[in-house]
């Protein structure tokens, strides 16, 4: 009987320097590992590097790929999304959608459920004083 090769996924987190994407990274790592499946991780910051990588991904057969889309419509990466749906790779986007409208499966932060337990961690552990709410960009 042939051995079954394992799965393997593409991925493109955005830029690892954030904590958020630098934790989501390893946490997809480990989950692979655990699993048996091999994963190829590529960091992307640009829609132009968006593409390149898209296009790798597919150039080595991967059979999923879980990427950040781009934050600017970018034309190129929507026909290589289409593309690999059109070979049945599945394209999941994390953290928001892929801009021009491009259907793919989506997974996102829960950022107010997030937030409330925070205030709630937060609330439980001050006594007494102002507790101010910092807005970032």
């Given at each position: 009987?042939k051995?079954?090769?394992?799965?393997?996924?593409?991925?493109?987190?955005?830029?690892?320097?954030?904590?958020?994407?630098?934790?989501?990274?390893?946490?997809?790592?480990?989950?692979?590992?655990?699993?048996?499946?091999?994963?190829e991780?590529?960091?992307?910051?640009?829609?132009?590097?968006?593409?390149?990588?898209?296009?790798?991904?597919?150039?080595?057969?991967?059979?999923?790929?879980?990427?950040?889309?781009?934050?600017a419509?970018?034309?190129?990466?929507?026909?290589?999304?289409?593309?690999?749906?059109a070979r049945?790779?599945?394209?999941?986007?994390?953290?928001?959608?892929?801009?021009?409208?491009v259907e793919?499966?989506?997974?996102?932060?829960?950022?107010?459920?997030?937030?409330?337990?925070?205030?709630?961690?937060?609330?439980?552990?001050?006594?007494?004083?102002?507790?101010?709410?910092?807005?970032?960009p």
């Amino acid at each position: 009987m042939k051995e079954r090769s394992p799965i393997r996924i593409g991925f493109a987190p955005y830029d690892i320097r954030y904590t958020f994407w630098a934790l989501l990274a390893h946490a997809l790592r480990q989950a692979a590992k655990e699993r048996g499946v091999a994963i190829e991780t590529v960091p992307i910051i640009s829609a132009s590097e968006a593409a390149a990588v898209l296009e790798h991904f597919l150039s080595q057969g991967v059979d999923a790929v879980i990427m950040a889309p781009p934050r600017a419509d970018y034309l190129e990466c929507a026909s290589l999304v289409h593309q690999a749906q059109a070979r049945g790779i599945p394209v999941v986007a994390l953290d928001s959608l892929f801009p021009g409208g491009v259907e793919t499966y989506v997974v996102r932060s829960d950022n107010a459920g997030g937030a409330a337990l925070v205030a709630e961690r937060l609330l439980a552990r001050v006594q007494r004083g102002p507790l101010v709410h910092l807005h970032g960009p």
